[in-house]
């Protein structure tokens, strides 16, 4: 079945330095992928989406890039702040079904 | 435009009371869907709708039942509260179920059985 696997956190960088999150995505079709932000004792917003190969989506500096080749979306940002600490979920609609799948979500503390 | 509000926020239960948690969105979309998130989980599926009268099982709906008589209205009833029902439950609606569509969340509901 469709799925969504995260990197496993937690993550703990230093403000200004650059973010990696992995994801990696099981699916048949073209899934849609997005990327998923929840911040201290909020619920899920979104970050950002792409919905075909080779799209990438931006968003407050964070961007990712749908890899088809290798099933993956994975999340980056150049310089992270400590407004960035929050949750991340990475996750896909399988546009044949009528569910979205996430991953388990990796938790990110920046530093000053 | 408020988007998806739930109530109650908090709400501590005795093992064996029943509750209905409450989830209303004003953006007229067709689906919504129940979740909970387990402390360091990622978000399991309950209970989703594709519209009014329609509902359908999630990943894990045992303890759970939902209906759906109005666009804007999904309530969750807890009818045997349990401690494996202590979670983060969150509410989430979206226009569609394919394609790009974005589904927006509800703040939550954080809920201890005791």
């Known amino acids: 079945g469709d799925s969504v696997t995260q990197m496993e956190g937690p993550v703990t960088l230093s403000e200004e330095a650059f973010l990696t999150i992995n994801c990696t995505y099981t699916?048949?079709?073209?899934?849609?992928l997005f990327w998923y932000v929840q911040y201290p004792g909020e619920g899920l917003q979104l970050l950002l989406k792409a919905t075909k190969a080779d799209d990438k989506g931006s968003n407050k500096g964070f961007e990712a890039t749908y890899r088809k080749e290798t099933t993956s979306f994975h999340l980056e940002k150049g310089s992270v702040q400590v407004s960035d600490s929050a949750v991340y979920f990475c996750a896909l609609n399988s546009n044949t079904g009528n569910q979205f799948y996430f991953g388990t979500g990796t938790s990110l503390t920046v530093i000053p | 435009n408020a988007g998806v509000t739930q109530t109650p926020k908090f709400r501590i239960l005795k093992i064996g009371q029943s509750m209905t948690l409450q989830c209303t969105q004003d953006?007229?979309?067709?689906?919504m869907y129940w979740y909970r998130q387990d402390p360091g989980m990622g978000l399991k599926l309950i209970y989703y709708s594709v519209g009014a009268g329609i509902t359908d099982k999630g990943e894990v709906p045992n303890g759970y039942n939902v209906s759906r008589s109005t666009t804007e209205d999904f309530p969750l009833r807890l009818e045997l509260a349990a401690p494996s029902q202590t979670s983060v439950y969150f509410c989430a609606s979206s226009q569609s179920n394919r394609g790009p569509d974005t589904q927006y969340f509800g703040p939550g509901t954080r809920l201890t059985v005791l």
């Open positions: 699916a048949t079709g073209y899934p849609s």
């Open positions: 953006m007229n979309h067709n689906y």
